[in-house]
């Protein structure tokens, strides 16, 4: 079933307005009557079927809203050091289908990338992609994009786990950490291209990090943020 966003929504009723009324009434060609899946984007779902049409409105009648079953009970955050250009929109598509419930971009000492103010038009784009994702992957939220932070400025105090991939962790592997503790909000730092520097490392261990193995082989900055993610969800949601 075919499934939009909206936040528009009163008692029995709801209302999809911008560009997704072009997508219902002209690509779908849907028509008062058909059944769509609606979302509030704050992980809350219900069955509505179209009142109206109008060039710049669907009005939908609703039924009872339930909470989304596509999210994770885990919440995860990915702090992501800014990778060259291009990689972070298939960062944050690939995670948002993974479960992802927000994206942090990080300058550190090595990114390639150094993002100047102002940020609100890539920070808009990163956010569209992050839609289009939610959407197709069916999930319950948009995620979050915020702002870019600097490494030493990250504030992980809202949340339980912090964990930091570094490659040169030959201890701890991921499955050891979570299995040791993970709480339900948690952080996954990854690294630019160049990996963190010893400093870097210090830094976030100082801010409550724990550094992580994610295997012997060395993964890019691009598939690190995925991997540790998915593994997270496989070791702790039901
Ligand atoms: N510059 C490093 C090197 O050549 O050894 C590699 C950096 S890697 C391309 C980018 C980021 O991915 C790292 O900073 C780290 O966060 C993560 N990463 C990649 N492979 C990893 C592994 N096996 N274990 C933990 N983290 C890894």
Redesign the pocket.
């Known amino acids: 079933m075919h499934r939009f966003f909206t936040n528009e929504i009163q008692p029995n009723t709801a209302v999809v307005r911008g560009d997704d009324v072009k997508h219902i009434a002209k690509v779908l060609r849907l028509r008062a009557g058909d059944c769509v899946q609606l979302c509030d984007g704050r992980g809350n779902e219900c069955d509505a079927s179209i009142a109206s049409v109008s060039s710049d409105a669907v009005t939908f009648d609703t039924q009872l809203w339930r909470k989304a079953a596509t999210e994770p009970e885990t919440e995860v955050t990915l702090f992501q050091c800014l990778p060259k250009a291009g990689k972070m929109e298939t960062i944050i598509q690939k995670c948002v289908e993974l479960g992802a419930c927000g994206f942090v971009p990080v300058q550190s000492e090595r990114c390639v990338v150094v993002l100047k103010p102002p940020y609100e038009g890539r920070i808009e784009r990163w956010q569209r992609v992050s839609e289009e994702a939610a959407k197709q992957s069916r999930r319950g939220v948009i995620p979050w994009v915020s702002l870019p932070a600097p490494l030493n400025g990250l504030d992980f105090s809202r949340l339980d786990t912090v964990l930091v991939?570094?490659?040169n962790?030959h201890t701890v592997s991921l499955k050891t950490a979570l299995r040791e503790r993970c709480g339900k909000r948690v952080a996954i730092v990854?690294?630019?291209?160049?990996?963190?520097s010893d400093a870097e490392i210090e830094t976030l261990i100082q801010k409550g990090a724990r550094t992580v193995?994610?295997?012997t082989?060395?993964?890019?900055?691009e598939t690190?943020g995925m991997a540790m993610l998915a593994q997270i969800l496989y070791e702790v949601e039901p």
């Open positions: 991939a570094f490659e962790e990854i690294g630019p291209e160049g990996g963190f193995s994610l295997g082989r060395i993964l890019r900055t690190a």
